[in-house]
């Protein structure tokens, strides 16, 4: 079989090998002599930045699973161990628990900066879902290993949230049974959760071999969000990529380093460091930083979605369908909209306000005689009882964790816009950096007690506000700025301003 054209290494090893099996010549095309545009800033870095904290994991995950013992009755003794008594065990260990928070550091940023430039949008929506599966992939990886030093947050922890597949009708009680091995987190539960942490990595791996596949038949976006289209506007990856992205690696192990030399617990919980007690519940139990954010969407959903509830969101569902997602409307006339509209907010109005008069404090009602009226008013009307709604509380925020993720799988789709850089959408800008923010807040109220309040304002409101917002920007906004938003004049070539930065620069001088 022939092996095609390539040139000859000088390497008589090298080419000895290539001749037989052209790895090195495949390596230098990909990763070698690849042109890839020529103006990256160090957000790009951080794609290069994962893949290294992933092998990173794996190493250091492998030389952990040597010393450790999935049962319940050693697994945190078997921890104590390795940090006591193996040869380097310690550093091994804090190695791989701050890795998995500096992966995903690391991957926050990488989606953050998709999304900023407009990475998702064509011809590169599969390398997209490639990278939002990849996240997905990391978070329930993320979520068995916390599980594994079984310290009371690992044990409380994986209740909790198994105990989420419940909520699932008809056949939530058996995939919880499943899932743990039997009716509780116990011995069964940590050895098929260390089988799994385990294997998944190397899925990871493998579906990150698809995305970089991906992104070297579509080429990689750049900030100004435009094609190259001559060899001006490229450079070969190496050597100037593989030089800036080593810089930018260098600086974020530094920190890593720091974490690990100087605060390595600083990111764990002190709870998890007390060994698993079935009989003692923690007084707050909270998962890792990385998961607060969609942990703060789950306990938003405090209120049952009853019939007038999900009456309304359909009804708002069909004219978001019509009148947002649609360019023009098809099936309804601007009547037809405002009538689906009131009435869709009202009935969601009505169902909402009925379910939470339920847990509305006996003796502020009595206070307020008006507003007691009309909780029992509404309260009064068939289908209002929490027994009587389709969607629990708990089921709804199931649903909500779980479709917060799932707009990333479907945002290219959602954004029309033509333009994909934000640097000439100045409203999407707007909107996009306060998404940033509102993550940053629901992380916070994630952190926080469910009764918790700041300034007087219940951090639960905020956690729903945050929660609509977060929705309402993949669902309303992009669709909406795809139809409206006027864009800055793009720019010829990446050559072109690329070119004026350096004669700017050499003006200052």
Not at 100 to 115: D, K, L, P, T
Not at 146 to 168: D, E, K, N
Not at 202 to 217: D, G, K, N
Request: net charge neutral; charged share 10%; hydrophobic share 55%.
């Amino acid at each position: 079989m022939a092996s095609g054209n390539r040139e000859p290494f000088n390497n008589t090893v090298v080419e000895w090998i290539d001749s037989r099996m052209p790895i090195f010549t495949l390596l230098n095309k990909e990763y070698g002599v690849f042109p890839v545009p020529r103006n990256f800033n160090y957000f790009w870095n951080f794609g290069a930045i994962a893949g290294f904290m992933l092998v990173v994991m794996i190493a250091t995950g492998l030389f952990l699973a040597m010393h450790y013992s999935a049962d319940t009755g050693l697994a945190f003794n078997s921890v104590e161990r390795i940090m006591r008594d193996v040869n380097g065990g310690w550093l091994i260990r804090y190695i791989h628990m701050n890795g998995a928070s500096f992966f995903f550091i690391a991957v926050y940023i990488h989606i953050f900066r998709g999304m900023y430039y407009g990475s998702y949008k064509k011809p590169r929506e599969l390398l997209w879902i490639l990278g939002a599966l990849i996240f997905l992939l990391m978070m329930a990886t993320a979520f068995l290993g916390y599980v594994l030093p079984w310290g009371q947050m690992s044990l409380w922890g994986a209740t909790v949230i198994t105990g989420f597949f419940t909520a699932i009708p008809f056949i939530g009680e058996d995939i919880q049974v499943w899932l743990l091995g039997g009716f509780a987190v116990s011995n069964p539960t940590l050895t098929r959760f260390f089988a799994l942490h385990f294997l998944l990595p190397f899925v990871i791996f493998a579906v990150v071999f698809l995305h970089i596949w991906a992104l070297h038949i579509c080429g990689s976006n750049n900030p100004l969000g435009i094609e190259p289209k001559t060899r001006q506007d490229t450079l070969p990856f190496h050597p100037y990529y593989t030089i800036k992205d080593s810089f930018g690696l260098l600086v974020f192990v530094l920190v890593y380093c720091v974490f690990i030399f100087y605060m390595p617990d600083a990111l764990g919980h002190p709870d998890n460091y007390i060994q698993a007690n079935p009989m003692v519940t923690p007084p707050h139990i909270v998962p890792e930083w990385y998961f607060l954010p969609f942990y703060a969407i789950l306990r938003a959903i405090t209120f049952n979605m009853n019939l007038y509830f999900l009456l309304g969101l359909v009804m708002l569902l069909l004219l978001l369908v019509d009148f947002v997602w649609r360019k023009k409307p098809v099936y309804l006339s601007a009547a037809g909209g405002l009538a689906l509209l009131v009435v869709g907010g009202l009935l969601v109005l009505t169902g909402f306000t009925g379910d939470s008069c339920q847990r509305i404090d006996a003796q502020w009602l009595e206070a307020n005689v008006g507003f007691k009226n009309m909780c029992g008013t509404l309260q009064a009307l068939p289908g209002m009882s929490a027994e009587a709604a389709p969607i629990s509380a708990k089921l709804g925020g199931v649903l909500a964790m779980f479709g917060s993720v799932a707009m990333l799988f479907v945002l290219p789709w959602l954004d029309t816009h033509p333009v994909r850089s934000a640097r000439y959408r100045p409203l999407y800008r707007v909107f996009f950096l306060l998404l940033v923010v509102v993550f940053l807040i629901l992380g916070y109220v994630g952190s926080q007690p469910a009764d918790a309040s700041v300034a007087g304002v219940p951090l639960i409101l905020v956690g729903l506000l945050g929660t609509g917002y977060y929705f309402a920007y993949f669902l309303v906004i992009l669709p909406l700025l795809g139809r409206f938003e006027k864009a800055k004049p793009l720019p010829e070539s990446i050559h072109d301003v690329v070119l004026a930065k350096q004669i700017n620069a050499e003006t200052k001088i």
